[in-house]
Structures are given as structure tokens and as C-alpha cells.
């Protein structure tokens, strides 16, 4: 159960930030998935990516949102992760304020799956902790 007060600073900060989330007609493809379970590589070296059902256009910063999972699966990789994009296209504080944003929904979306669709109470308190320390950034 999310606590009345957390709800309120999470619609607070989405009301506030409104504006950044409004990428008009510039929208990328987005895995929508992005994690190392969905690339293939052989000898170190990338050979796919697998598993779009999840692909839509939006926002780059969508897939970052999951880059805890990322840092779980290979510890460190989060800083490869961002230094091979930002060779492309530099990541600056608008990014990783989206990128924030995006997390603060990907918690809720877990919230409510841990606690209604396959309820795992230890899951569920993960993302309820998460979502606070996140919440308190802003």
C-alpha cells in the first residue's frame, strides 16, 4: 500500500515536471525491455537484441529506467551503458531528470504488480523502499 503522503509528493513531482516528459514529434525506438537477458553477444562483442514486444517510440530515456537491473546483472555496467550512448549523443541533467522520472513509474508499475497481480511481499517492500528514497531526491 502506498502511503498517502508518498502518492501526493509522486503527483507533486509529476505535475512539476510535466514539461520535461513532453517530447513532442521527436520520438526514438524504444526496446522498451532493455536488460542483458535481451542482447546477444558472442566473443565480448554485441550480436542482437532480442525480445521487442515491449518496442514503442517515446523517449530514449525510458530504457534507462531500468538500469538497476542492469548494475545487478553485471556490476558495473551501468557506466559502459551510459559512456557507449553519451559516444552518440551526450547525456546532460534534463536526461537524467526524465531518467528519474521514469524509474518513480517503473516503481509504481511494480508496486502494484507485487501487490496485486503476483503478490510477493518481500518484492513489494523492495520497490515501497525504493520508491521513498527516490521520492526524497526531489
Known amino acids: ?3 498517502a503522503s508518498v502518492a501526493q509528493r509522486i503527483r507533486n513531482t509529476f505535475d512539476e515536471h510535466r514539461s520535461m516528459l513532453d517530447i ?3 520520438g526514438k525506438l524504444l526496446h522498451g525491455d532493455f ?3 535481451n542482447i546477444l ?3 565480448g562483442r554485441i550480436t542482437g ?3 521487442f514486444e515491449w518496442a514503442n517510440a517515446g523517449d530514449p530515456c525510458w530504457d534507462f529506467r531500468l538500469e538497476e537491473i542492469w548494475e545487478a546483472d553485471c556490476v558495473g555496467s551501468r557506466r559502459y551503458i551510459y559512456d557507449g550512448y553519451a559516444s552518440y549523443r551526450p547525456v546532460d541533467d534534463d536526461q537524467m531528470l526524465r531518467i528519474r522520472l521514469y524509474k ?3 516503481y509504481v508499475n511494480e508496486i502494484i504488480f507485487f501487490s496485486q497481480d503476483q503478490p510477493d511481499p518481500k518484492e513489494l517492500q523492495r520497490y515501497l523502499k525504493r520508491l521513498n528514497a527516490l521520492c526524497a531526491t526531489f
Do not use: A, P, T
Request: avoid cysteine.
Open 1 to 3: 500500500q502506498l502511503d
Open 104 to 106: 518513480m513509474l517503473q
Open 24 to 26: 513532442g514529434k521527436q
Open 41 to 43: 553477444y558472442h566473443q
Open 49 to 51: 537484441i532480442i525480445d
Open 35 to 37: 536488460h542483458f537477458k
